[in-house]
């Protein structure tokens, strides 16, 4: 486990540390309904120069006694309790230690606290969204309305994803295998995108946008330096090549991929391609034998989408200086250039404009010249282990003809022992 890992990833009984855990946990509720229903806190806020919201017309809830804005915050810090507690005694079944158990619940406390103390607070609170009169809070307001569809999106994210990885798990068949179909196909981490919402969500709908600004800044920060490399250097130690193949399939942490992105993933790459073309070719070849066929392909492309790129712009800088030419002369040209044009693209209506056909072929190229570019970065990583992969039957090669002359010095010596040549009389 890293040290910077607050989980110990060990799947065995903790009873002193999940029985805190699971406590302050349940206790942490109970103070945000005090701070909700009371406004516990008044004195600490108005210290600070701040004054308290009204509390409200509360509506009968269970004996709860809040009003309908406070009542959805306080759902909002029990439901994030109990999703906790239910991760840890039944999806995860971690080992909680007690040095783990305290740091982590009085995190939560803090946060949820914060959360309910913006709240209640006149000057920080979400309820005054847009509202005219300071002491007439607008029911609901817009922070409340997207943070409690956020909140709610992101709970049922983390926990849809992390059931249906238990379910995996579940299986004695998938045993040490690494989980990635249902959400996890979409992120590597997904389950901690569905927390960064809901904490996000939370916050808005206390505390307002800046708030959850800060509070969704926050945890993406601590996911993406610090809890995503500890995860992915235990399953790293755990799957090996699995773990690998995993992140080349999916190498999305967080986000998942979207229509927008400019990141390609391997089998789209060009060089899927060229390795499928030749891997019958291939067998036989050695690393840089394979890797020499590989960057002949690439140079062979590079060369005819450079042609392209430069025939194109010579057409388009001939047919921009016209001079003395006269109108037959003009038409023939740009007859060859649309002739050009579609035998190197698919058939373009003679509507078009001939500098939309004269442009096709170059942006053709163009992306062409840019998919080989990311060809070049998987051609990198492929290098390096072809270069391993090199090293290594050099190596097996030496170590191959050594053993051979030891078996060959060892045999000479029992065949000396065992038939001892005759020495003469004189010796």
Request: with cysteine; net charge neutral; proline share 5%.
């Amino acid at each position: 486990m890293s040290s910077r890992d607050y989980l110990s990833r060990i799947k065995r009984p903790s009873p002193l540390g999940s029985t805190v855990f699971v406590g302050l946990r349940l206790a942490e509720p109970l103070v945000q309904h005090a701070i909700l229903s009371q406004n516990l806190g008044l004195s600490l806020i108005n210290r600070l120069g701040g004054s308290v919201l009204p509390l409200g017309t509360p509506i009968d809830c269970i004996g709860l006694s809040l009003s309908p804005y406070r009542l959805i915050l306080f759902l909002m810090s029990a439901g994030s309790s109990l999703k906790q507690i239910f991760w840890l005694t039944t999806v995860a079944e971690y080992e909680m230690p007690l040095k783990s158990a305290l740091p982590i619940g009085a995190f939560n406390f803090l946060f949820n606290t914060l959360n309910s103390l913006l709240f209640i607070n006149k000057y920080t609170s979400a309820a005054l969204d847009g509202a005219q009169d300071i002491d007439d809070p607008q029911f609901p307001s817009v922070p409340l309305v997207v943070g409690t569809v956020a909140y709610a999106v992101g709970l049922t994210l983390e926990l849809v994803s992390e059931l249906q990885r238990k379910r995996f798990k579940r299986d004695v068949r998938n045993k040490e295998q690494t989980y990635t179909a249902g959400l996890f196909s979409l992120a590597r981490h997904i389950n901690y995108t569905g927390h960064i919402l809901m904490r996000g969500g939370y916050a808005l709908a206390a505390g307002g946008w800046i708030w959850s600004a800060v509070t969704t800044a926050f945890f993406v920060r601590d996911f993406v330096k610090r809890a995503i490399p500890c995860l992915d250097e235990y399953c790293q130690e755990r799957y090996d090549e699995a773990w690998n193949e995993y992140k080349r399939a999916v190498p999305y942490k967080l986000i998942p991929d979207l229509p927008q992105t400019d990141v390609s993933r391997p089998s789209a790459l060009p060089t899927a391609k060229l390795t499928r073309a030749n891997s019958q070719a291939s067998i036989d070849q050695s690393s840089a034998e394979y890797l020499d066929s590989i960057e002949e392909e690439w140079n062979k492309r590079v060369d005819m989408d450079v042609e392209t790129l430069v025939d194109g712009m010579v057409d388009l800088v001939s047919l921009a200086s016209i001079g003395e030419k006269d109108k037959f002369r003009i038409a023939q040209e740009s007859f060859q250039a649309q002739s050009r044009a579609e035998s190197m693209v698919r058939p373009t209506p003679s509507c078009l404009p001939l500098t939309r056909i004269l442009i096709i072929p170059q942006v053709r190229a163009a992306n062409s010249l840019l998919s080989i570019t990311h060809s070049m970065k998987l051609l990198l990583l492929l290098s390096d282990e072809a270069q391993l992969a090199h090293r290594r039957d050099a190596e097996l090669r030496v170590v191959q003809g050594e053993k051979d002359e030891a078996r060959d010095k060892v045999a000479e010596l029992l065949d000396e022992l065992l038939h001892p040549k005759s020495r003469s009389p004189a010796e």
